[in-house]
């Protein structure tokens, strides 16, 4: 039977993880929980209360509500993939900086690695975050350290968005008659509405452990893997978009043939441009930001093997969106507390910012951070 570990142990892991980071980098990771709870300092059990500004000590009693939203709590709050999982561990770079309001050389410091920014500064900073996700898989009981999740709403910001596609779609079929293209858009929200209600329902189920026998069309499905994929090699990634742009060809004239079966007849010309927009979108994301990252991953186990892997796939979480992509290593939780751990979490933690400082687009990005938060990541 899986063991699945309890939330002291869990914590226990989390210090270990912060003892490994700061001892390859001199600093500290501050907890950061992604629903609504300030930030932890893991080392000296405290929490930042951001009312008054100061730190104070972790009531132990609330340790689940400011460390975890267990799956035991709302099933259908986590993806089905763990059974439990904590949000964030921001790394900090401080030689990747941007200066904020008046800096004075005296905010910055000189060692063999370049200049960077001191931890007395008294105004915030800017400095380049990763942030790593920690997550315990129900099936086999393995902790996984990975990256960001790349998620399909994540690309909405850069690439055109899925309900505008099916809106340029809808103009089309029409010839352009904006009064018709309205009430065309307007029918295709009540399907879509009433598609989401129905998912949701199966979703419940599904996190129960049953089968996930209906799809919610708007934005995840389409561009959804086949099947869970870990790639180590651009011959593994080649060989997955060669399986998955048959998977998504397949999936897409589904797609079409669901818009057909709710009334709404396209016609060959704007059923050819929903394919092409469709198809750019996925060629967007997942295939490229996907052979970007393992492209990345293979040049830093030239430098130095890793254990680890591109992530090419996932399951719904309550939000009816579908994981694509992120990179993750393994840890056997018999492991914790032992030189092995340390070895490994070192070796992969290393790996995995050393590639994500590379992708400051989705993987890093650069965050503002206020002295009291600062001066204790830095003591």
């Given at each position: 039977?899986?063991?699945?570990?309890?939330?002291?142990?869990?914590?226990?892991?989390?210090?270990?993880?912060?003892?490994?980071?700061?001892?390859?980098?001199?600093?500290?990771?501050?907890?950061?929980n992604?629903?609504?709870?300030?930030?932890?300092?893991?080392?000296?059990?405290i929490?930042?209360?951001?009312?008054?500004?100061?730190?104070?000590?972790?009531?132990?009693?609330?340790?689940?509500?400011?460390?975890?939203?267990?799956?035991?709590?709302?099933?259908?709050?986590?993806?089905?993939?763990?059974?439990?999982?904590?949000?964030?561990?921001?790394?900090?770079n401080?030689?990747?900086?941007?200066?904020?309001?008046?800096?004075?050389?005296?905010?910055f410091?000189?060692?063999?690695?370049?200049?960077?920014?001191?931890?007395?500064?008294?105004?915030?900073?800017?400095?380049?975050?990763?942030?790593f996700?920690?997550?315990?898989?129900?099936?086999?009981?393995?902790?996984?350290?990975?990256?960001?999740?790349?998620?399909?709403?994540?690309?909405?910001?850069?690439?055109?968005?899925?309900?505008?596609?099916?809106?340029?779609?809808?103009?089309?079929?029409?010839?352009g008659?904006?009064?018709?293209s309205?009430?065309?858009?307007?029918?295709?929200?009540?399907?879509?509405?009433?598609?989401?209600?129905?998912?949701?329902?199966?979703?419940?189920?599904?996190?129960?452990?049953?089968q996930?026998?209906?799809?919610h069309?708007?934005?995840?499905?389409?561009?959804?893997?086949?099947?869970?994929?870990?790639?180590?090699?651009?011959?593994?990634f080649?060989?997955?978009?060669?399986?998955?742009?048959?998977?998504?060809?397949n999936?897409?004239e589904?797609?079409?043939?669901?818009?057909?079966?709710?009334?709404?007849?396209?016609?060959?010309?704007?059923?050819?441009?929903?394919?092409?927009?469709?198809?750019?979108s996925?060629a967007?994301n997942?295939?490229?930001?996907?052979?970007?990252?393992?492209k990345?991953?293979?040049?830093?186990?030239?430098?130095?093997?890793?254990?680890?892997?591109?992530?090419?796939g996932?399951?719904?979480?309550?939000?009816?969106?579908?994981?694509?992509?992120?990179?993750?290593?393994?840890?056997?939780?018999?492991?914790?507390?032992?030189?092995r751990?340390?070895?490994?979490?070192?070796?992969?933690?290393?790996?995995?910012?050393?590639?994500?400082?590379?992708?400051?687009?989705?993987?890093?990005?650069?965050?503002?951070?206020?002295?009291?938060?600062?001066?204790?990541?830095?003591?």
């Amino acid at each position: 039977m899986t063991r699945i570990l309890a939330i002291p142990e869990r914590i226990k892991l989390f210090k270990e993880i912060n003892r490994v980071h700061k001892a390859m980098y001199g600093w500290k990771m501050i907890y950061e929980n992604a629903w609504d709870v300030d930030w932890i300092d893991i080392e000296n059990d405290i929490r930042f209360d951001s009312y008054h500004k100061k730190w104070i000590p972790l009531d132990k009693s609330d340790a689940e509500k400011y460390y975890f939203y267990d799956k035991s709590r709302d099933i259908t709050l986590l993806k089905g993939l763990f059974a439990w999982e904590a949000y964030h561990f921001p790394h900090l770079n401080p030689y990747k900086y941007y200066p904020y309001g008046k800096s004075v050389e005296e905010d910055f410091v000189s060692d063999s690695l370049g200049k960077r920014v001191g931890p007395d500064v008294d105004h915030p900073v800017k400095c380049l975050e990763t942030t790593f996700d920690v997550h315990q898989r129900k099936q086999d009981g393995k902790i996984w350290i990975s990256s960001y999740w790349l998620y399909h709403t994540d690309f909405y910001a850069t690439v055109a968005e899925f309900g505008n596609d099916i809106y340029e779609t809808l103009s089309e079929a029409v010839g352009g008659d904006e009064r018709i293209s309205e009430e065309l858009q307007k029918k295709y929200e009540d399907v879509v509405w009433a598609n989401g209600q129905g998912f949701k329902k199966v979703l419940e189920s599904y996190f129960r452990g049953g089968q996930l026998n209906a799809k919610h069309w708007e934005g995840g499905y389409l561009f959804a893997a086949s099947k869970e994929r870990r790639i180590k090699t651009l011959e593994q990634f080649e060989e997955a978009c060669d399986e998955e742009e048959k998977h998504f060809s397949n999936t897409l004239e589904e797609f079409i043939e669901w818009f057909r079966d709710n009334g709404f007849r396209l016609g060959g010309k704007a059923e050819e441009g929903l394919r092409r927009r469709m198809r750019s979108s996925y060629a967007f994301n997942p295939r490229l930001i996907a052979e970007r990252w393992c492209k990345l991953l293979v040049e830093e186990d030239k430098t130095e093997p890793s254990d680890v892997y591109l992530w090419w796939g996932g399951e719904p979480n309550r939000d009816s969106c579908y994981a694509l992509l992120t990179l993750f290593f393994e840890v056997d939780p018999d492991d914790i507390g032992t030189s092995r751990f340390d070895e490994r979490v070192s070796r992969n933690l290393r790996a995995i910012i050393n590639i994500t400082e590379k992708d400051d687009t989705w993987l890093s990005s650069f965050r503002l951070y206020e002295p009291i938060v600062w001066r204790a990541i830095f003591s």
